[in-house]
T-cell receptor, first 112, second 110 residues
């Protein structure tokens, strides 16, 4: 199994600013996944973060808007840049260990 | 058509009732996951299935690989079971991303 500590749990931010979300895993994992969940919708994958290489972004998501760092095998950050109200969502990090999927507690972001 | 479909989208039950949530998928999978999301947003993994049936407390999950269908059952439901239940599938390629269903909002009234 894996335990993921994600922070902040929630934040209210002004439009035009940036927020960095952190995830710390209690074991070493090759890939970490970052998801967005817009209100009333299911999870959408933003990008896959690999240690030692650039993140792989899904269609519709770009590095300038969602830069990701992966400095080691237990930690990753996702930054939501130049925020607008449309970025108001829950953001989650996830890892897969032993075939199981494990998630952080989520960051509920509101942009005003 | 979504690759993973859940039904119902919303479910309201009285405390003590037996609850079933269904998940159908149209792609090849290596495993199917049932997840629980509480209002705060955090997600907890309930089950990972590749065949048969698993039980944990009042929760039971089954999967039929031939029919590409899974069910999550809750026996003796309780208000604390109120949450969104999400079905997700892992593709055959290891390390690849999950594909999620839309989720089922369950409300259990006392």
């Amino acid at each position: 199994s894996a335990v993921i500590s994600q922070k902040p749990s929630r934040d209210i931010c002004q439009r035009g600013t940036s927020l960095t979300i952190q995830c710390q895993v209690d074991s070493q994992v090759t890939m970490m996944f970052w998801y967005r969940q817009q209100p009333g919708q299911s999870l959408t994958l933003i990008a896959t973060a690999n240690q030692g290489s650039e993140a792989t972004y899904e269609s519709g998501f770009v590095i300038d808007k969602f830069p990701i760092s992966r400095p080691n095998l237990t930690f990753s950050t996702l930054t939501v840049s130049n925020m607008s109200p449309e970025d108001s969502s829950i953001y989650l990090c996830s890892v897969e260990v032993g075939g199981g999927a494990f998630f952080g507690q989520g960051t509920r972001l509101t942009v005003v | 058509k979504n690759e993973v479909e859940q039904s119902p989208q919303n479910l309201t039950a009285q405390e003590g009732e037996f609850i079933t949530i269904n998940c159908s998928y149209s792609v090849g999978i290596s495993a199917l996951h049932w997840l629980q999301q509480h209002p705060g947003g955090g997600i907890v993994s309930l089950f990972m299935l590749s065949s048969g049936k698993k039980k944990h407390g009042r929760l039971i999950a089954t999967i039929n690989i031939q029919e590409k269908h899974s069910s999550l059952h809750i026996t003796a439901s309780h208000p604390r079971d109120s949450a969104v239940y999400i079905c997700a599938v892992s593709p055959p390629t290891s390390g690849s991303r999950l594909t999620f269903g839309e989720g089922t909002q369950l409300t259990v009234n006392p």
